[in-house]
T-cell receptor, first 110, second 115 residues
Framework: SQQGEEDPQALSIQEGENATMNCSYK?????LQWYRQNSGRGLVHLIL?????REKHSGRLRVTLDTSKKSSSLLITASRAADTASYFC??????????FGQGTILTVHP | SAVISQKPSRDICQRGTSLTIQCQVD?????MFWYRQQPGQSLTLIAT?????????ESGFVIDKFPISRPNLTFSTLTVSNMSPEDSSIYLC????????????FGQGTRLTVV
């Protein structure tokens, strides 16, 4: 499959804990993005990391990218119940055409 | 950024019928894409909607089943034809802005149930 893999498939944690999700892809990329999806609806863009970047932060989010291993990770620190959602990595070509990973279902318990 | 309106937000359809989903963007965009998300699955690209020419379909998707129109730079439609229960999915419209390092913007999706 041209889709990559994400692990874990599901993650259940308590509020305040950190959540780490991993993504592997198969092709050369020029950027990798992470999205959140609540209740099977539209996707919300979280963060984009370019292929020449190794780490990027946005608020409680930290993304790393290792192009030699074709892998990325998303860390959510100090998680909240509102972070409960599905998280997808996606790698893109120019102009926004994306290939998505399988996704991680995150449940944060209050 | 871009704001995308997708209609309908959900529908329940009889097998053998067709449904047309509309995607309206608040600004002119170069690229528009249609994705399918089957229950419990990730997103899979159906096709790239090209303005003024035929859509470009991904492997496993054909024009007869998923005809696409793109009459201008702000609007596109996806039709799901001759539906079967296997077509029950969320269909999402997405747009990409020019440039190599840009995020894609998504509509809220159309949740289709075929009975």
């Amino acid at each position: 499959s041209q889709q990559g893999e994400e692990d874990p498939q599901a993650l259940s944690i308590q509020e305040g804990e950190n959540a780490t999700m991993n993504c592997s892809y198969k092709t050369s990329i020029n950027n990798l993005q992470w999205y959140r999806q609540n209740s099977g609806r539209g996707l919300v863009h979280l963060i984009l990391i370019r292929s020449n970047e190794r780490e990027k932060h946005s608020g409680r989010l930290r993304v790393t990218l290792d192009t030699s291993k074709k892998s990325s990770s998303l860390l959510i620190t100090a998680s909240r119940a509102a972070d409960t959602a599905s998280y997808f990595c996606a790698w893109g070509t120019s102009y926004g055409k994306l290939t998505f990973g399988q996704g991680t279902i995150l449940t944060v318990h209050p | 950024s871009a704001v995308i309106s997708q209609k309908p937000s959900r529908d329940i359809c009889q097998r053998g019928t067709s449904l047309t989903i509309q995607c309206q963007v608040d600004s002119q965009v170069t690229m528009m894409f249609w994705y399918r998300q089957q229950p419990g699955q990730s997103l899979t690209l159906i096709a790239t909607a090209n303005q003024g020419s035929e859509a470009t379909y991904e492997s496993g998707f054909v024009i007869d089943k998923f005809p696409i129109s793109r009459p201008n730079l702000t609007f596109s439609t996806l039709t799901v034809s001759n539906m079967s229960p296997e077509d029950s999915s969320i269909y999402l419209c997405s747009v990409g802005m020019t440039g190599s390092f840009t995020e894609a913007f998504f509509g809220q999706g159309t949740r289709l149930t075929v009975v």
